[in-house]
Nanobody, 130 residues
Framework: QVQLVESGGGLVQAGGSLRLSCEVSESIFGIHSMAWYRQSVGRQREVVASLTTDGITDYADSVTGRFTISRDSAKDTLLLQMDLLTPEDTAVYYC????????????????????????WGQGTQVTVLS
């Protein structure tokens, strides 16, 4: 079952813009935060921008001032507006949703505060030409 559907990737010139979208299924409950990750060839996956349910945003230093993460509540869609793109932004971009659940009493006694689960989109390719 597909629960995160991404779109908006493509090929652009340096200095151009792209807008990524991620449709989140309403069947996902207990969402704590949402984020965009990216992975380039030869590099580990890294977080680009995140958004908590209370509205707190965070950005990687490399994209601060150029990227904007937001959520369309009416459509339950996570967005990433990318401006002033450079070839270093070339990567596969992934939508991520973290869900928190209250642990069992046994786990709480062990010091576990909550259980977290991750949902991932299929990824969308962004290629920026110099």
């Amino acid at each position: 079952q597909v629960q995160l559907v991404e779109s908006g990737g493509g090929l652009v010139q340096a200095g151009g813009s792209l807008r990524l979208s991620c449709e989140v299924s309403e069947s996902i409950f207990g969402i704590h935060s949402m984020a965009w990750y990216r992975q380039s060839v030869g590099r580990q996956r890294e977080v680009v921008a995140s958004l908590t349910t209370d509205g707190i945003t965070d950005y990687a230093d490399s994209v601060t001032g150029r990227f904007t993460i937001s959520r369309d509540s009416a459509k339950d869609t996570l967005l990433l507006q990318m401006d002033l793109l450079t070839p270093e932004d070339t990567a596969v971009y992934y939508c991520n949703v973290k869900v928190r659940e209250v642990p069992s009493l046994s786990d709480q006694e062990k010091g576990i505060r909550w259980n977290e689960f991750d949902y991932w989109g299929q990824g969308t390719q962004v290629t920026v030409l110099s």
